[in-house]
């Protein structure tokens, strides 16, 4: 997260053995005029998880008002003009319109499915 301008606000888990070390763990990441960050807190790590070890939520802020970003499992600034947010194998772009969000679902993944592949001859030799 620090490679990708995120800042360290409150450390929960040990960064070499994962084990919690505070009640929370939160970050945030500023929008590039200051006004409105955006934060995570990541919750729980379980390494038996489907889909990843840590359960985070997400939210802005704005000076006194916290928005959450309902069910997001990732979210990030896109551009620094809009809030792009995954939820439900759905990737959502958001903007920030008076005290909530305004969500516009940009790609909905559920319908993909894997296909089999065989594995060329060079990748099956070491």
Same mark, same amino acid.
């Given at each position: 997260?620090?490679?990708?301008?995120?800042?360290?606000?409150?450390?929960?888990?040990? #960064?070499?053995?994962h084990?919690?070390?505070?009640?929370?763990?939160?970050?945030?990441?500023?929008?590039?005029?200051?006004?409105?960050?955006?934060?995570?807190?990541?919750?729980?790590?379980?390494?038996?998880?489907?889909?990843?070890?840590?359960?985070?939520?997400?939210?802005?802020?704005?000076?006194?008002?916290?928005?959450?970003?309902?069910?997001?499992?990732?979210?990030?600034?896109?551009?620094?003009?809009?809030?792009?947010?995954?939820?439900?194998?759905?990737?959502?772009?958001?903007?920030?319109?008076?005290?909530?969000?305004?969500?516009?679902?940009?790609?909905?993944?559920? #319908?993909?499915?894997?296909?089999?592949?065989a594995?060329?001859?060079?990748?099956?030799?070491?």
């Amino acid at each position: 997260m620090l490679s990708d301008g995120w800042r360290l606000i409150e450390r929960g888990f040990d #960064p070499r053995t994962h084990r919690r070390v505070g009640r929370r763990e939160v970050w945030e990441k500023a929008h590039r005029d200051g006004a409105v960050k955006l934060c995570c807190e990541i919750e729980d790590a379980d390494f038996r998880r489907y889909g990843g070890p840590y359960a985070n939520s997400y939210w802005l802020e704005t000076g006194a008002e916290l928005i959450p970003i309902a069910g997001a499992g990732w979210a990030d600034w896109e551009s620094w003009s809009r809030i792009a947010f995954v939820r439900d194998g759905k990737l959502f772009a958001a903007t920030l319109e008076g005290d909530g969000l305004r969500e516009n679902i940009l790609f909905d993944f559920n #319908p993909l499915k894997p296909c089999n592949l065989a594995a060329p001859d060079w990748a099956q030799r070491w």
